[in-house]
Each structure stands twice: as C-alpha cells, then as structure tokens.
C-alpha cells in the first residue's frame, strides 16, 4: 500500500504545479515527464496516465469535487483538492482497468476518514442518478455520461463494503493528540563590522572644450540652390510640354466642336477638357498592345456609349430617309478649318521648338555671366583672407603674452598649496568620525526595528493558522433547471432559455442562408448581363477598327503639306540668332574655349540628349496623333451629325 500511496501522492504533487493561464497541458507534461525521469517506468507511466487523464477531464471532475466540498466536505481542507480528483478519476475510468483490489489498495494508501467521506459522497446512487449525470451531460453526450454512470452503480455494492470497512477502522483509530506549538528563536546571526568609508578621489580637472561651431548643424546652401534651380527648370520644361499632352489627350475626350460661319463672321466654339494628363518625364513612348481589364462600370458605360452612337445612327438614317438636306457644304467648311488647325498646330510646334532653342542660349549666356560674377568675388575674398591673416598674426602674439603672465600666477599658487591640503585632510577625518558615530546608532535601531517586525509576523501567522482550522460554509448548489418564481410573466429557467435562444438562433441562420442564396442568384444574373455586354462592345469594336484602317490608308494616299511660315517664328529665330551672337561675344571676352561637337563636356552631351529626346517624342507622338484621328473620326462624325 505504501507503492500505491506514494505514486497518488507523487500525482497528487504534480497536478498542484499545473497552471492554466501560463502554461498547456502538453507543455505540462513533457515537463513532468522530465521531472519523473529518477523513478522506475512502472511508476513513470501510471503517474503520467493519470496526469494526462485529470487535465482532459478536468471540468467534469471539477463539477464532483466542488458539490463534495459544498456538502459532504465542508469541514475538508482545500489542500485536499487534488487528492479527491484523482480518486474521482481513478473510480470512474480506471477501475474496470485496475481491479477492485489494486483500487482498494490505492484507498487504504490514503488517510481513511476522508476517503470514506468521498467515496459514500460519490458512490450515492442517489447522486449518480440525479445532478451528477445531469451536469455532466451538459459537459458531454449522453451516450457517453451513460457508459460513466452504469460501472460506477455496478460498483456499487463493493465500495459500500468498502467504506464499512474504513469506518471501522477510522473507530478503532485512538483520537490524535494535542499538537505542540512551535516556540520561534532568536537566530544566532554574527554581527558585521561596520565598513570603513573610502576617501574620496580627486576630481580630475578637465579643460574647457571649444564650442561646436554653428555650420556643423546648418546643412549648406548649394543643395538648396540647386534643388530650386531643378525645381524651376522642370516646371518650365512641363509648360513646354503642355500643348503636346493637350495634342495626345484628344482622341480620349471630344474634339473642337465649330459651328459654320453665320452671315459672315467665323465663331469658333473650342471644347477642352477637363483635366490634362502631366507627364513626369520629359520622353513619350509608344503603347503597348496590351488587353486592358475593365471593371462592371467600364464595360456598363463603354455599353451604353455605343449604344447611344447607334441611336444616334439611326436616327441620322431616318432623317435622310425622310427627306432631310445634305452636309456636303458642312463637310467641306469642316476639312477647311481641320486644314487650318493642322496648320496651327505645326506653327505652335515650330514655336515651341524654338522657344527650347532660345532657352539654352539664354542659359548659356546666365552661366557665362555667373562665371564672370564669380571671379569677380574671388578676387575680393583673397584681399580679404590677407587682411584677416594678419589680424590672427597679432592676436597670437597676444594670447602668447596673456600665457607668459598666467604661468607666473600658478607658480605663486603652488606654493600654499601644503597647508591647504593639510587643513582638507584634518576636516575629512572629522567627518569620517561623525559620519562612523551616525551608522552605528543607524543599525542598532534597524536592529530593534527588526526584532519588533518579527514578533509582529509570528503572532500574524499564528492568527492565520487559527482561522484556517476554522470550518467553513458554502451556499446551495443553483438547478438550472429550476424556475425562480418570481412572479413575473413569462418565466423560465436557464435550460429552457438556452434552448429557446438555440432555436432563435437556428431560424436567423436559415434566413442568413436564404439571403445568400439570393445574393448569390444575382450575381450570376449581372454577370450574365456583363458578359452579354462584352460582347457586343468588341463586336463594335471591331467594326471600329475596321473603318479606322480605312480612313489610315485614304489619310496615308493624300500628300502632306509644308508647314507654313508665321511671324512668331520668325521673332524666335531673331531673338535665337541675337542670343548666339551676344554668347560668343562674351566667351570671347572670357577666353573660355566653345564646346566642340566632336568631344563634349558631359553636361554638353546631356543637354544634347535632351534635345535628341524631345525630337524623337514629337515624332512618336505624330504617329500616334495620325493612328487616333482615325479612331476619333466615327465620334466627330456623330457630333457634327
């Protein structure tokens, strides 16, 4: 018995070190196996099978042992706890294992009074029958709370000998004896000496550092001038570039609308739009081919857009059918005026290109006249640093003198420093003798203070183990099953609220599924009506496409005409060839040799890349302007129409 008793107790230890909120139960028990890893593996594995057992069922020996101590067991001490739990776990799933003898042995192991207490508590087939299946079946299923319940009334009649037997023994045990009290002593502690207080140590003197100068946490001037510059020179290149992203937005926004010249007069109507796309770069590149992924408004708005243009479309037909006039003057005054926009533009665009010709001359000839400034303000700061190196040569000699005269007064200093170090050493042994006096008196009333405080804890702890000893009582098991009675209308008890609430939850979830499946029904309906649309718009697409080409081939057929002269023009090319001459004259002033176009200077070859680019984005932007025209021409049609 003393086996079995000190494996329950070995258990019994383990289980009160398990704390749910810092740690698992599978962390708990590989530390126990650890911890057990000294006994033999008989032991081993009874102990951790039993650990294992209480943690997964800890609930449902926790509802028995709490109604045993509310009771059965209110004069039982809490320490007790996990004893009565893994008994309860040992009778309800070990005990057909087991065998009632090894069962019997493992509760005589144990002290007889409170084993008979438990088990006459537990094995009640009055408990069993009643809240005990009750509780646990809301923990559990009842088929399962039903093969816990039948061994345990099998058993019944053999643990009733069983308690018999303990209750003889617990009678013919003698009554204990009265426990001494312990008297505490006074501890034999040596006391220390107290420590002798160190001399202080000279403070170093330390020279005065020279104060960090103010540039050091300024940043400089220069990036700031150069980012402003930057900042300057791309604004300026991006209302260069205005017109051309102006030229590249009009196949997606309508046209110039024009009205036809009204007895006489010419009154233009111009339909900008909305926004301007600004280009971070001063380069265009062509588009890929790429398919574009249009969202549910996208497509519902391209849909509609053509489906206005055919309406459009036929109402134009019918009209004709009806009898209506003919455009053929309308069409004619309108590739007039396109004639004459295509002449505007290609002027504006020579006048832009000039304009970026008549900015770097101008730049050029500002970077010669810094160059000039600059030499300038050399010359005036070498005068200036002559005149400051000689102020430094004079306030040298009289920093030299100043030192000669302060050497003299320390060495007079020097020599009164003996009797002021013996007057220092006499004051500091005053003070370590004050200072001695002042701990000794400090540690003979922590002394008392202490005895005091201990005294005060052992009649605390005594008080503390007096009121332990104390019985303690617990209130009434609640049923949930039980209505309160209260009077009001419409009561209930908690298990038939929880099923009424279980039901109310039931039917929101059938109305939840409904609603999905409605939801669900709808889309599948607009994506169908969406995939209806998408075809219908590459369908027009494509006839799109198709006129478009055409309309390509009759534009490529007809001659392009010259661009024409204009007197804008002709003021850039003045005021170009006037800045060129006016640079030369001062680069020879300055003897500063011209760049050669053979091998540049690097900011020579940006500059010169700069202009290649803007050259190849205006090429590229002209193909792209004579694909889209003829993609335009449809929706111009239908706005003249």
Partial sequence: MAYYGKCVDAAIEQLGRFHPEKESPEQFLGAARTALQTLSPQKQAFILEVLSGCLEYRKLLTVVVDAFYVRDGRLCLRADYHLFQVICYLATFQLEELGFQLFCNIIKSQPADKMRKFLGFFFNPLNLCSWIKDEWSLLYDLAHVQSWTEPLLRWQPEVQALIDQLEGQSASRPPPSRARVTEPKKFNLTVPRPRAIPLPEPVPVVAKPAPVPRSTHQPPKEPQVLEMTKRYNRRKAEELLLLANLEEMRCAVPRARREPPAQGSRKLRLCFPPRIRESPKLTFYEPNEVPVKLNTAAILREGALYQRQVEKELQRVDKLVDGAGDFSEFLEWQKKMQAKDR???????????????????????????????????????????????????????QEQRSLRELVEQVMEGQKN?????????????????????????????????????????????????????????????????????????????????????????????????????????????????????????????????????????????????????????????????????????????????????????????????????????????????????????????????
């Fill in 343 to 397: 002449e505007e533009r290609r002027a504006a665009d020579a006048c832009r290109r000039l304009r970026g010709k008549l900015s770097h001359e101008e730049a050029t000839l500002a970077r010669q006249q810094l160059l000039q400034k600059n030499r300038q303000r050399a010359a005036r700061k070498k005068e200036e640093m002559a005149e400051l190196m000689q102020q430094c040569a004079e306030r040298r000699l």
């Fill in 417 to 641: 420093v003996k009797v002021a170090q013996m007057k220092l050493l006499k004051g500091r042994r005053q003070t370590v003798q004050e200072v001695t006096e002042e701990n000794r008196a400090l540690l003979q009333r922590s002394a008392e203070e202490a005895r005091e405080e201990q005294r005060r804890r052992s009649e605390l702890i005594s008080q503390l183990r007096a009121l332990e000893t104390q019985p303690t009582r617990q209130g009434r098991p609640v049923d949930l099953t039980e209505i309160p009675g209260h009077g009001l209308e419409g009561e209930m008890s908690i298990v038939e609220l929880r099923e009424r609430l279980a039901l109310l939850k039931e039917a929101q979830w059938r109305q939840e599924e409904e609603r999905r499946d409605q939801i669900i029904q709808g889309k599948r309906t607009k994506s169908q009506e969406l995939r209806n649309a998408l075809e219908q718009i590459s369908l027009c697409r494509a006839a799109m496409g198709r006129s478009a080409a055409l309309r390509l081939e009759e534009k490529k057929a007809a001659a392009p005409e010259a661009p024409s002269q204009d007197e804008r023009v002709q003021e850039l090319q003045r005021r170009i060839e006037e800045a060129a001459a006016e640079r030369r004259r001062q680069a020879a002033q300055l003897h500063v040799p011209a760049p050669r176009t053979g091998c540049p200077k690097p900011r020579a070859q940006l500059e010169a890349q700069h202009w290649l680019e803007l050259e190849q984005s205006r090429a590229r932007r002209l193909r792209a302007v004579q694909r889209g025209g003829s993609a335009c021409e449809p929706r111009r049609r239908l706005q003249a129409t």
